[in-house]
């Protein structure tokens, strides 16, 4: 198996090179971006066709653009810059199947056809795992979005929601005017009245494919760097039962491929200030947008194995969950190791050798000189990436386990209880009791993220 200080470790290397070399090819000042960003061009200022580091990073990456929009809005037109921008981008829509030879011939009773006809499109584009790919239709309501939800899921996309920015978007008699379709007015304030707001599970920075992949490496070789130590060998052995240290690796189980921070929790818009949440100027402004998380450490207990972030300023103003510590911790312990879900389980070997065509892994260790034991404390400390929880334990729990032992930091710091501390040579690992253990790594961690939603 490789680690990060070997097999892993050169792999991150020979990334770091490549994302150096890309980072610099993306510097405006350096080289002629692929295509010259503009912002002239009126309702078309997202950030996913203006910001040049989110788009040399979406390019690099897979991400489905799901387009909302009622007819005549500007949904086509905005596809057609995603076009313009990310070359080779996979436009599916229904108006494509009502286009024979270049003219336009809806039949309504071929609708199903026509939405067939998309998803299939869009299917085959994530197999090919192309990096981008674009749903063009109207998507007034959620469920013509569950099947792109879902395939995003099962092939590892991102999905970004996008609706144009038009003031017409919501009157009916200029959209009536504007729409290349003759959709008549009463139709599309029919439509308007079914409007849907959607709102996702969590809104959240999300890695690619490549860097999950690659974090989750990195995680392990720690965690497998750790299990050197007896103290720490033993004490996992005895709240995991196992003895065999490659069983111990796969103690922790991950559902789902992609790796993410979570911002805020919005529960599809159950959490009563999530539309608040929504509605904010810097959320509205971040969203599609790419941001650097910084890894400062792992946290490993019996339940759950995270990665601690630490968000900068511009993150911070994203942050909406708790402000501080934690008031309850979940009861529940986990269940010993059973039989695990094959199908959710992401097996190392498998990661080591499968390499994601098309997409680009961004992390980068540098080294890091001074240990903070102290690294995030405050709002937006509970950030951080659940790279694995034991068997019957929620990935809610990561955040709560961290925040536990904030507290625990906070205490040694004033003095308090002394903590066991082992330095050894990729940083310092600490025991705050109760088989809670954290890795302050000797390596700034930096990896790319899309700030968007699950839906
Ligand atoms: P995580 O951010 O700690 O990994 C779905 O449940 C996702 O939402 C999980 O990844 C989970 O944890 C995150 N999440 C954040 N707050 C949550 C909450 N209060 N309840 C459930 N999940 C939450």
């Known amino acids: 198996m490789g680690l990060i200080f070997g097999k892993a470790q050169d792999e991150v290397q020979v990334k770091n090179k490549t994302i150096e070399t890309a ?10 971006p692929e295509k010259k960003v503009t912002t002239s061009k009126q309702y078309l200022n997202f950030t996913f066709l203006i910001d040049p ?3 040399d990073y979406i390019r690099t990456s897979k991400t489905i653009f799901i387009l909302r929009g009622l007819a005549g809005s500007g949904k086509s037109t905005i596809a057609k810059e995603i076009e313009e921008t990310y070359k080779g981008a996979v436009i599916c829509s229904a108006d494509q199947f009502f286009t024979v030879r270049g003219r336009y011939m809806f039949n309504p009773k ?4 026509a939405h067939e006809y998309c998803q299939e499109k869009a299917r085959r584009a994530c197999i090919r795992n192309e990096n981008v790919i674009v749903i063009d239709n109207t998507n ?9 939800f879902l395939l995003a899921f099962k092939t590892c996309y991102t999905v970004v929601l996008v609706e144009p920015q038009t003031p017409w978007k919501d009157d009916p008699l200029f959209l009536s005017i504007k729409n290349q379709h003759n959709v008549r007015e009463d139709t599309i304030q029919k439509k308007l009245e079914q409007w849907e707001t959607v709102l996702p599970l969590y809104f959240g920075w999300f890695l690619n494919e490549s860097d999950s992949r690659m974090l989750l490496l990195v995680g392990q070789a720690y965690l497998e760097e750790c299990l050197k130590l007896p103290e720490f060998e ?7 039962s196992l003895e065999d240290k490659s069983e111990m690796l796969e103690y922790y189980t991950k ?6 921070c979570t911002a805020k929790f919005c529960k599809c818009g159950e959490v009563p200030d999530a539309l608040e949440y929504t509605s904010k100027r810097d959320v509205l402004e971040a969203y599609g947008k790419c941001y650097d998380l910084n ?3 792992f946290v490993i207990t019996p339940r759950t194995f995270g990665a601690r972030v630490k968000l900068n300023s511009e993150e911070m103003k994203l942050w909406g969950g708790e402000l501080s510590s934690a008031t309850s911790s979940p009861q529940n312990s986990p269940r010993m190791k059973q039989k695990r879900n094959a199908d959710l389980y992401i097996d190392v070997r498998d990661r080591e050798s499968k390499h994601v065509p098309n997409c680009q892994a961004s992390l980068i260790c540098l080294p890091e000189t001074d240990i903070s034991l102290q690294p995030t404390k405050g709002f937006g400390s509970k950030a951080h990436i659940t790279l694995g929880c034991a068997d019957g334990i929620q990935p809610v729990t990561t955040g709560l386990d961290l925040l536990d032992v904030i507290d625990c930091e906070a205490l040694s710091h004033e003095g308090g209880e002394s903590v066991k501390t082992f330095t050894f040579s990729r940083g310092i690992l ?11 790594p000797n390596q700034k961690i930096l990896v790319k993220s899309v700030f968007t939603g699950n839906y």
């Open 295 to 297: 890894v400062v450490g």
């Open 53 to 55: 580091s989110t788009v």
């Open 23 to 32: 980072t610099e090819q993306c510097h405006p000042a350096t080289v002629e």
């Open 110 to 113: 071929k609708l199903r056809e």
């Open 255 to 260: 559902r789902g491929k992609l790796l993410h």
């Open 234 to 240: 033993e004490d996992f052995q005895s709240f995991s």
């Open 430 to 440: 600490r025991n705050y009791g109760q088989s809670r253990w954290v890795l302050y």
């Open 140 to 148: 007034v309501q959620k469920w013509p979005m569950e099947y792109y």
